[in-house]
C-alpha cells in the first residue's frame, strides 16, 4: 500500500479543545491514520474515509469552532463521521486545505485494495 498524502495538521483535541500538531497519513485503501509525530510509532486514532465519513466541510462551513491564534477560517477543515465523532483540523495554509480537502474527497470513492 502507498500513501497518497503526508503532512502535518493540527487537530483539535476532543476534551480540552486544544490545538495539537499531528502527522497525517492517507492510505491508497483510504486509512487517514494520525500520529503524535513523523516517526508513527504512535497513533492517535484513524478514520477510514469510505466507510466513516459522511461529510467534509472547510473553511465557514465549519460549525462551533474557532482556528488556533493567527490563522485564518479558510484554513479549517473538518471531517465528518458516521458514528457523530468530528474531527477538526486546520492546515498551514488556505491552499494546503484545499490540498487535503480533494484528496480526503477522492478517497471516499477512489480506493485501492491490495
Known amino acids: 500500500m502507498a500513501f497518497v498524502k503526508s503532512g502535518w495538521l493540527l487537530r483539535q483535541s476532543t476534551i480540552l479543545k486544544r490545538w495539537k500538531k499531528n502527522w497525517?497519513?492517507?492510505?491508497s485503501d483510504?486509512?487517514?491514520i494520525y500520529?503524535?509525530?513523523?516517526t508513527r510509532q504512535s497513533v492517535e486514532d484513524k478514520v477510514h474515509m469510505p466507510v466513516d465519513c459522511?461529510?467534509?466541510?472547510?473553511g465557514h462551513e465549519c460549525r462551533d469552532i474557532q482556528p488556533?491564534?493567527?490563522k485564518p477560517k479558510d484554513c479549517m477543515l473538518q471531517i465528518?463521521?458516521?458514528?457523530g465523532k468530528t474531527v477538526s483540523l486546520c492546515a498551514e495554509s488556505t491552499d494546503?486545505?484545499?490540498a487535503w480537502k480533494?484528496?480526503?474527497?477522492?478517497?471516499?470513492?477512489?480506493?485501492?485494495s491490495y
Do not use: A, E, K
Open 24 to 27: 497525517f497519513d492517507l492510505w
Open 30 to 32: 483510504g486509512h487517514l
Open 35 to 38: 500520529y503524535d509525530d513523523q
Open 54 to 58: 459522511i461529510n467534509i466541510r472547510t
Open 68 to 70: 488556533p491564534d493567527g
Open 80 to 83: 465528518v463521521c458516521r458514528d
Open 96 to 98: 494546503d486545505c484545499l
Open 102 to 112: 480533494f484528496t480526503l474527497q477522492d478517497s471516499r470513492t477512489n480506493t485501492v
